[in-house]
């Protein structure tokens, strides 16, 4: 009856085996044998040789836990396998190390990631970081590679690995996630990029880092960018040959950067569609500000922005409050589609100061928002990520003040129920204007453990809402189901569609 089948057919089942399961094949029979050592039964997988568990061997140690089991063998993957999608690997590995530089199995997307331990040693680094450019330069003759991503403990150098990766052709995707700073003796900043060929570039500044090795790879692929990610920190401001560089990136349609100074130029950037930008709210950041706001004023063809503030702005003289006005007053104030404003704490920031309801104070980007809505006249989407009271910014949204409001993403005030929230007067007088709204919670309190709210001591009423786990989110809307509806409703565990019927 196997014999009916075509190969093509045999090949979409075995797919889905697993790599034991795969290699069992071979002993069936010839026909069975080929096809499991075929690309299409192999081009869609993953080889994962990370610690397990998360756990390296001398966290185990300090932690005084038993150390994980001992990574498998991966020299028949590599030894037999023709193509992987993703092969992510820790170095220095446990085993197979000569199976890494020796291999045959050409891979889509290479992961690496040097992890020293907690007291690394310039010596181990070293040699760690020369067998991943081994590793790279393996997969670069293989003609596969077309995404790379890799990270390295803070403070560990790896010169030899960064010449390769700067200087490997034909990769489209480059994620960087930390390097030992390159400066101007790194072997990096002598490599010739042969041709352009990067269309992403993720690139996580620290303090280690200089803007040298940015600005390489984006003067070497000006040509091809497409979307550059210069990371969310607000301490690169004095980076001002970086944004000169930006410029120069021809077709760049999305970009994540702080704000600095000279930034102004990209404004001339036909291509560009994303921005998102990192806010600096500090006195140091009022020049880079600055520049953002002509930034958002100048650019023409914007249909998506974030604006996200580090530190938090508490006050409405904190730099950057005003930007929502300047892309409001912007040559693109018609076309944005979704604006995103993030205004949380990050870890090192101390707590904000709550009233005696523990509703926190007003988000002082509330006002300019709400003075910016009637000429943001296409946007669809509006996400707040920030502890504030809802309720002045859903009374100030109409069809008059956001016309193409679809979605608004809103958080609810610490410790309140969601379920009092639904049943709120708001919720009702915002949805009856404006019926095709849809109002989105994200990570809400669903019940009162206690009861404490009227809504939740009523039985019966929402009982979905109890078994919502953290991390869910609520999605409110008025319209009848059963029309015809620009948002996909499609409710999930973590997902949930409620109707309120007006």
Not at 189 to 214: E, M, N, Q
Not at 225 to 253: Q, Y
Not at 361 to 378: E, F, N, W
Not at 398 to 406: D, G, H, I, K, M
Request: a neutral charge; one cysteine or more.
């Amino acid at each position: 009856m196997m014999e009916l089948l075509s190969d093509d057919l045999l090949l979409n089942v075995m797919q889905y085996l697993d790599v034991p399961d795969l290699f069992a094949c071979r002993l069936v029979c010839k026909r069975l044998g080929a096809l499991a050592l075929d690309r299409d039964a192999w081009r869609h997988r993953k080889l994962a040789t990370t610690f397990h568990d998360g756990l390296f061997p001398w966290v185990a140690e300090l932690q005084g836990r038993a150390p994980a089991p001992a990574m498998p063998c991966v020299c028949p993957v590599l030894r037999l396998a023709p193509c992987l999608r993703v092969l992510e690997l820790d170095l220095p590995p446990q085993r197979c190390r000569l199976a890494y530089t020796s291999t045959r199995c050409a891979v889509e997307e290479l992961r690496l990631s040097i992890c020293m331990g907690p007291h690394p040693d310039a010596s181990s680094g070293i040699a760690s970081s020369y067998q991943a450019a081994a590793v790279l330069s393996r997969q670069e003759s293989l003609g596969r590679l077309r995404r790379l991503h890799f990270d390295l403990n803070p403070g560990t150098d790896a010169p030899a690995f960064v010449a390769t990766m700067a200087s490997t052709p034909g990769l489209e995707e480059l994620e960087v996630l930390e390097i030992c700073a390159p400066d101007r003796s790194n072997p990096a900043l002598g490599c010739t990029i042969l041709a352009s060929s990067l269309r992403r570039f993720k690139y996580t500044l620290s303090d280690t880092i200089s803007k040298h090795f940015a600005n390489f790879i984006l003067s070497g692929h000006a040509a091809t960018l497409e979307v550059v990610d210069l990371g969310k920190s607000p301490h690169e401001v004095t980076f001002k040959s970086t944004a000169s560089l930006l410029a120069g990136v021809l077709n760049l349609r999305e970009l994540t950067c702080c704000t600095m100074p000279g930034l102004e130029v990209l404004a001339d950037c036909e291509t560009l569609r994303v921005l998102n930008l990192v806010v600096g709210t500090k006195r140091q950041h009022k020049s880079a500000g600055a520049s953002a706001a002509k930034l958002l004023r100048g650019a023409k063809h914007l249909r998506e922005v974030e604006l996200q503030y580090k530190p938090l702005a508490s006050k409405d003289s904190n730099v950057g409050v005003d930007l929502v006005m300047a892309l409001a007053q912007g040559k693109s104030c018609g076309r944005v589609e979704k604006l995103s404003i993030v205004n949380t704490l990050d870890e090192d920031e101390d707590d904000y100061d709550f009233d005696l309801d523990g509703v926190e104070k007003p988000l002082p980007q509330l006002k300019a928002l709400i003075c910016a809505l009637p000429s943001l006249s296409g946007m669809r989407h509006l996400r707040i990520v920030a502890d504030m009271n809802p309720e002045k910014l859903l009374s100030a949204i109409s069809p008059a003040t956001a016309p193409s409001l679809e979605i608004v993403e809103l958080p609810l005030p610490r410790l309140a129920c969601a379920h009092a929230f639904i049943h709120g007067s708001e919720v009702k007088t915002v949805l009856a204007a404006n019926p095709l709204l849809h109002i989105k919670l994200c990570n809400p309190i669903c019940y009162c453990k206690q009861k404490e709210c009227q809504p939740c001591k009523t039985p019966k009423c929402h009982k979905q809402l109890r078994d919502v786990e953290y991390g869910s989110t609520l999605v409110l809307f008025s319209h009848d189901p059963s029309d015809k509806c620009s948002r996909a409703h499609s409710p999930t565990k973590y997902n949930l569609w409620i109707h309120i019927p007006l």
